[in-house]
């Protein structure tokens, strides 16, 4: 059975950081594309970074320079580190492994920034 579990979100004010994991399990990893998606109310969900199985990493524009995605293959986990976050930031953020035609996703874990 897959599982990706993701964890490290809150309540952090403007201008802080937040650095959230997602565990994975059940699938070898490190065949996996990983990504980071988020989902404001009212909003669909969007692509925020990407890290492929050589490392590659690609990042949406709002979020350069501001994000960093990394992983970690020995202990099957992907990190978004945020920092500089704004209101705007604030969202359900959810890990998505992907290889070719299989996706599985986990279920989300809030960030709410404050003004």
């Known amino acids: 059975q897959v599982q990706l579990v993701e964890s490290g979100g809150g309540l952090v004010q403007a201008g802080g950081s937040l650095r959230l994991s997602c565990a994975a399990s059940?699938?070898?990893?490190?065949?996996?594309?990983m990504n980071w998606y988020r989902q404001a109310p009212g909003r669909q969900r969007e692509l925020v970074a990407g890290i492929g199985n050589a490392g590659s990493t690609n990042y949406v524009d709002f979020v350069k320079g501001r994000f960093t995605i990394s992983r970690d293959n020995a202990k099957n986990t992907v990190y978004l580190e945020m920092n500089s976050l704004k209101p705007e930031d604030t969202a359900v953020y959810y890990c998505?492994?992907?290889?070719?035609?299989?996706?599985?996703w986990g279920q989300g874990t809030q960030v709410t920034v404050s003004s």
């Open positions: 998505n492994a992907r290889l070719r035609a299989r996706a599985y």
């Open positions: 059940g699938i070898t990893f490190s065949n996996y594309a």
